[in-house]
């Protein structure tokens, strides 16, 4: 599928603020520890699951929120979001079942959360569209670019997507309009044009 607008695509990433914590959810599972590296982006992408029950710790005091990103980016949704998804018809995603541990309620589980892996699949980014700044970082000043862009303008039409190297999350407006009508709790929505990211040689070495 060809992009038509750019605009109507996000990247969706956890919304928080000075005064907020981002939500901190670790890996539990003693087997996941043992894991090759990159097992992360694997189960992310949905080229991989394990034959285990995953296990995580949830490490924040407030309740936990629908959308949430646990270490390495690997999205965990409410229950209660999963059914609006499947209501809707909301394609490029699939759920596991989990287990989440609260740090702060005497290590109890915490029900009512699924771990998801994007399917929805972008053929890879065009970084040679994005737009150069520069930003003071308090260790130097390091290049940053604005404006993520499809290899070719094409996706598979997918609601949610990724790359086969994992990364950004990109959404379709319908999303943003489920979690905006529906008052769904964590993330934040950038449009592509807008979103901003560190510049790293390598991505225009293909």
Do not use: C
């Not at 990159?38 to 629908?66: A, C, M, V, W």
């Not at 737009?131 to 390091?142: D, H, L, R, S, V």
């Amino acid at each position: 599928m060809k992009v038509t607008d750019y605009n109507s695509l996000y990247v969706m990433s956890p919304k928080y603020s000075a005064r907020t914590r981002p939500s901190i959810i670790n890996f539990l599972s003693e087997e996941w520890n043992k894991e090759p590296r990159g097992r992360t982006r694997d189960l992310k992408i949905g080229s991989y699951l394990p034959p285990y029950r995953l296990r995580f710790l949830y490490e924040n005091k407030r309740q936990p929120l629908d959308y949430m990103e646990s270490t390495g980016m690997t999205p965990i949704f409410s229950t209660r979001l999963v059914e609006v998804l499947i209501r809707e018809g909301i394609t490029g995603w699939s759920s596991y079942e989990i287990t989440m541990i609260g740090k702060y309620n005497k290590r109890q589980e915490i029900p009512g959360f699924v771990g998801i892996q994007i399917l929805g699949r972008v053929k890879d980014y065009d970084y040679s569209r994005s737009i150069p700044f520069f930003y003071q970082a308090p260790y130097g000043i390091i290049e940053k670019r604005q404006g993520l862009y499809f290899l070719d303008d094409e996706y598979d039409g997918s609601d949610f997507l990724t790359s086969d190297r994992g990364g950004y999350l990109v959404v379709t407006q319908r999303v943003k309009n489920i979690f905006d009508e529906h008052k769904f709790t964590g993330p934040k929505f950038t449009p592509l044009p807008d979103a901003t990211f560190p510049y790293i040689e390598r991505y225009d070495k293909k």
